[in-house]
């Protein structure tokens, strides 16, 4: 069974930043690739950023500049640094997989509980 743990989500005043963690454990042979999505009321999940095990990171362009995205392989851990946050980035954040479990022949996209975060103006 694979668990992605999340982390670092909370309340921020506008131009503050936060950092999100999140951790992927259990039986895993590989990961591929991880990233962040997110989810503001009413709205569909949007993708924030992604980076393969190569280290090959993708971006949403409207947040390119403010957050940065970064991979421990050695950790299975993934993060997200966010700098002069703003209202509009008010959501839950969710963090995502692409894993290939030990004794599975197929890779698989796991997702984590999601972590709040609220930027106050």
């Known amino acids: 069974q694979v668990r992605l743990v999340e982390s670092g989500g909370g309340l921020v005043q506008a131009g503050g930043s936060l950092r999100l963690s999140c951790a992927a454990s259990?039986?895993?042979?590989?990961?591929?690739?991880m990233g962040w999505y997110r989810q503001a009321p009413g709205k569909q999940r949007e993708l924030v950023a992604t980076?393969?095990?190569?280290?090959?990171?993708d971006y949403s362009d409207s947040l390119k500049g403010r957050f940065t995205i970064t991979l421990d392989n050695a950790k299975n851990a993934v993060y997200l640094q966010m700098n002069s946050l703003k209202p509009e980035d008010t959501a839950a954040y969710y963090c995502?997989?692409?894993?290939?479990?030990?004794?599975?022949?197929?890779?698989?996209?796991?997702w984590g509980q999601g972590t709040q975060v609220t930027v106050s103006s």
């Open positions: 980076i393969t095990s190569g280290g090959r990171t």
């Open positions: 995502n997989a692409n894993i290939r479990p030990l004794g599975g022949s197929s890779w698989v996209d796991y």
């Open positions: 259990g039986s895993i042979f590989s990961i591929t690739a």
